[in-house]
T-cell receptor
Framework: DTEVTQTPKHLVMGMTNKKSLKCEQH?????MYWYKQKAKKPPELMFV???????INESVPSRFSPECPNSSLLNLHLHALQPEDSALYLC????????????FGPGTRLTVT | GEDVEQSLFLSVREGDSSVINCTYT??????LYWYKQEPGAGLQLLTY?????DMKQDQRLTVLLNKKDKHLSLRIADTQTGDSAIYFC???????????FGRGTSLIVHP
């Protein structure tokens, strides 16, 4: 199984809502990543978890809160987002945090109204 | 920091070869990646090359690295309509593992 799954596929939320994005992999990978991708732009790294510990936070605003409950699951908790946070949120995983051979999920398309 | 440049569009006929180019600025690059992104999908790693290699071939894909000119290319032989997608070049350099992405090249394949 070389798949990374993400739910939901689409999410519309208001600026006062709290929601969560979920990512799952069963490849035994020990590193998991969150990226944000705006239309017609490359993905931007947000967070890296290695062995279930947060190892990189690319100065992401605190309204985005990552969580890694176990080695297969990665969540991104969202609270008080702004319309400019609307984007495609991609999860990825790799054997370790060297970024080599990352497998990406299909993404969650987030719209903040 | 690293700067990675790609042309934004490439249009080819089905059956022709496509060559997507990428230039970068940091000569201490270590790993160089090519990703493919189809509409509405995540990124798919196509191939990567170490900086001590000049060429890597994988079926229809050929990667060429010119370290002197800091130029990376991806050649797709016998391009098919299913190859239509955005192709991102990404470079890792210096002491960091974090890749710097180019803006992506949109490949359009005409029948």
């Amino acid at each position: 199984d070389t798949e990374v799954t993400q739910t939901p596929k689409h999410l519309v939320m208001g600026m006062t809502n709290k929601k969560s994005l979920k990512c799952e992999q069963h490849m035994g990978h020990r590193a998991m990543y969150w990226y944000k991708q705006k239309a017609k732009k490359p993905p931007e790294l947000m967070f890296v978890y290695s062995y279930e510990k947060l190892s990189i936070n690319e100065s992401v605003p605190s309204r985005f809160s990552p969580e890694c409950p176990n080695s297969s699951l990665l969540n991104l908790h969202l609270h008080a987002l702004q319309p400019e946070d609307s984007a495609l949120y991609l999860c990825a995983s790799s054997q370790d945090e060297s970024f080599r051979e990352q497998y990406f999920g299909p993404g969650t398309r987030l719209t903040v109204t | 920091g690293e700067d990675v440049e790609q042309s934004l569009f490439l249009s080819v006929r089905e059956g022709d070869s496509s060559v997507i180019n990428c230039t970068y600025t940091d000569s201490s690059s270590t790993y160089l990646y090519w990703y493919k992104q189809e509409p509405g999908a995540g990124l798919q790693l196509l191939t990567y090359i170490f900086s001590n290699m000049d060429m890597k071939q994988d079926q229809r894909l050929t990667v060429l690295l010119n370290k002197k000119d800091k130029h990376l290319s991806l050649r797709i032989a016998d391009t098919q309509t299913g190859d239509s997608a955005i192709y991102f070049c990404a470079v890792v350099s210096g002491g960091s593992y974090i890749p710097t992405f180019g803006r992506g090249t949109s490949l359009i394949v005409h029948p």
